[in-house]
């Protein structure tokens, strides 16, 4: 089975000083995500930044970054509604308005580094409703157990549809799980049937678990957003390094690299909703 690519280009924490390579304005995140689709990438997970370089879910900042990429390759955009810790869920939830074809949905709060992330049930629940109306299909993010457990009520309550759910395993956030192979078997056999998964390997881990992953038949995940480094010591040149070193592990494994095309069939994503409230001329 083919393995779906999601570029990851900026996260929610890392900055410039981090690494200075990482995309933070709207050309650069534009120029880095076509350049992982020239790669292999289907999908474009995306974080912005505001002219400071701060978590934004500033629609004009989003739109512009959304119509960049979507001038540069039919890359398939998935957008995070996480946003950044400090960013009010109220602002973060707007950004469905877009009407991405994916976006994230994270189920619970828990402590995130230092600081936390806010996900509280009735916000959340409002939150899946609207990406369901909107044929937004939601990327599950799962830090911990209970987190999928808290996806599956919500199946149950009729707020997500199980056609195939489609699982992010965080492993490496401190709060969530540790990013170590028992934990990420641990959540795979706990996944239910027919589901669509990929690990999210934080930091030094990012390499064995996103190996592990698509031995086990998930899919992948590179960038920035995961892990600035491509080896202990080695600052990553950019995202193209990380997104090549996952189209290699996958290919070594014999897992071909998906197409835009055979991605949408895979996720069977809701078809695209022509206009919206949003969108530029
Ligand atoms: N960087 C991830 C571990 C989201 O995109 O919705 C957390 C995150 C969530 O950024
Ligand atoms: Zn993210």
């Known amino acids: 089975m083919s393995v779906v690519l999601t570029v990851a280009p900026t996260g929610p924490i890392a900055t410039k000083a981090d690494n200075p390579t990482l995309p933070t304005q709207p050309h ?9 689709y020239r790669a292999g990438a289907a ?3 995306l974080h912005f930044r505001d002219a400071g370089d701060r978590p934004t879910a500033d629609l004009e900042i989003a739109l512009l970054t959304m119509d960049l990429i979507r001038d540069r390759c039919p890359i398939l955009i998935q957008l995070s509604t996480g946003v950044g810790l400090d960013v009010p869920f109220s602002e973060r939830e707007a950004l ?3 009407r991405p074809r994916m976006a994230t949905l994270n189920p619970c709060s828990m402590s995130f580094g230092t600081g936390e992330f806010r996900n509280p049930p009735k916000d959340v ?3 899946a409703a609207r990406m369901r109306e909107l044929g937004v299909k939601p990327e599950l993010e799962i830090y911990d157990t209970g987190h999928l457990e808290a996806c599956l009520r919500m199946r149950d309550a009729g707020l997500l549809d199980d056609e195939p759910m489609q699982f992010s395993i965080v492993l490496g956030v ?3 799980m540790a990013a170590s192979p028992d934990n990420l078997l641990t959540l795979v056999r706990r996944l239910p049937p027919d589901c669509i ?3 999210i390997a934080i ?13 086990l038949g998930g899919n992948v995940r590179a960038g920035l957003e995961d892990a600035l480094y491509l080896r202990k010591g080695e600052l990553s040149s950019g995202n193209q390094p990380l997104v090549e070193r996952a189209v290699r592990v996958a290919r070594a494994l014999d897992r071909p690299i998906a197409s835009v095309e055979e991605t949408e069939a895979i996720l069977r994503l809701p ?3 022509s206009t919206n409230a949003y969108s530029s001329p």
Do not use: C, F
């Open 203 to 215: 930091g030094s881990s990012n390499l064995p678990l996103t190996a592990m992953g698509v031995a």
């Open 96 to 98: 469905v308005e877009l």
């Open 174 to 176: 401190r709060g969530g």
């Open 28 to 36: 650069e995140i534009a120029e880095a995500v076509h350049d992982a």
């Open 197 to 199: 998964w990929q690990v």
């Open 125 to 127: 629940a409002r939150l």
């Open 43 to 45: 999908v474009a997970h």
């Open 271 to 273: 078809k695209p909703l």
